[in-house]
Structure formats: structure tokens, C-alpha cells
Nanobody, 129 residues
Framework: VQLVESGGGLVQSGGSLRLSCSVS????????MGWFRQAPGKERELVAA?????????YYRDSVKGRFTISRDNAKNTMYLQMNNLEPDDTAVYYC??????????????????????WGQGTQVTVSS
């Protein structure tokens, strides 16, 4: 399985970016997916997650609710993270990840990082104040 992120960059506070994660080597539609981020000196944290299939179930960490939107296009084997109204605290390397198991579920209230087991190489997002 290969996960490749793109779309990161440098943006001013209040700006927008859209991250993409292209997945190959597995039946993309049958896996829940997630976006993680890791800032320097901090642990990797789950930002958003989307269920397999139609992606009807989603999770967002509190700090990004109302600003970030996760989506998926199964026909293109691609997941997205639309990030609006970016803040300097959003600065981090962003990683996409796949659930460990096909048709695997995650808790939309308290998802576990260990539910996700396959990672991309990351894309840097830098938000200047």
C-alpha cells in the first residue's frame, strides 16, 4: 500500500489550503482514512477521520471544527482535507493514514490513533502570522 500526500505549503494566517492523499495498492473505498499532524516537539495527533464507503461518519478534533473539512473520492482513490481560516497553531507536518482493517470502524467521539496503521510521508503546512 502507498499513500502520497500533496498540497502543503506556506500560507498566511486566515488563508486556505487543500491537502490530497492518493492511495494505491488496496481497495481504497473499503478503508476508513484519517489526517494526522505533528508539530515540532509534539506528539502526532489525529486531526480528522472519515469512514469507509460513502464517508458518512466523520471526526474532527475540537481545534479544527468549523474550519477543516475531510472528504473522499473513491473513484479517484483520493482523500482530501480542506483547511480554511488557518492559524499559526496549525503549522505541522500533515500525514494521511489508513485504517488497519478493511471496513474497520473508529469512534467519532474518541478515535484511537492505533486504529490507523499505514502512513504517508507527510506534507509540510506552515502558517505565518
Amino acid at each position: 500500500v502507498q499513500l502520497v500526500e500533496s498540497g502543503g505549503g506556506l500560507v498566511q494566517s486566515g488563508g486556505s489550503l487543500r491537502l490530497s492523499c492518493s492511495v494505491s495498492g488496496r481497495t481504497f473505498s473499503t478503508y476508513a482514512m484519517g489526517w494526522f499532524r505533528q508539530a515540532p516537539g509534539k506528539e502526532r495527533e489525529l486531526v480528522a477521520a472519515i469512514s469507509w464507503g460513502g464517508g458518512n461518519n466523520k471526526y474532527y478534533r475540537d481545534s479544527v471544527k468549523g474550519r477543516f473539512t475531510i472528504s473522499r473520492d473513491n473513484a479517484k482513490n483520493t482523500m482530501y482535507l480542506q483547511m480554511n481560516n488557518l492559524e499559526p497553531d496549525d503549522t505541522a507536518v500533515y500525514y494521511c493514514a489508513s485504517h488497519r482493517y478493511p471496513m474497520g470502524a473508529f469512534s467519532t467521539s474518541a478515535p484511537r490513533r492505533d486504529d490507523f496503521g499505514f502512513w504517508g510521508q507527510g506534507t509540510q503546512v506552515t502558517v505565518s502570522s
